[in-house]
């Protein structure tokens, strides 16, 4: 009877798969809230990585 009581408790193999699950939609989740600042962002990133480069060239 103990050791059917121990196998139930060690029988997480489906628990890695639901807490990736729920990760990713935290993310999205995030990603969605965030969405205008993060096109800000990359925009800048971009025309600095632009003008250093293009300064870089010259």
Known sequence: ??????????????MGTVEMILIIVVLIGLVLI?????QELAAVIFEKISADSSAILS
């Open 1 to 14: 009877m103990k050791k059917n009581n121990l196998k139930k408790w060690n029988n997480n193999l489906g």
């Open 34 to 38: 965030f969405k205008t600042q993060i």
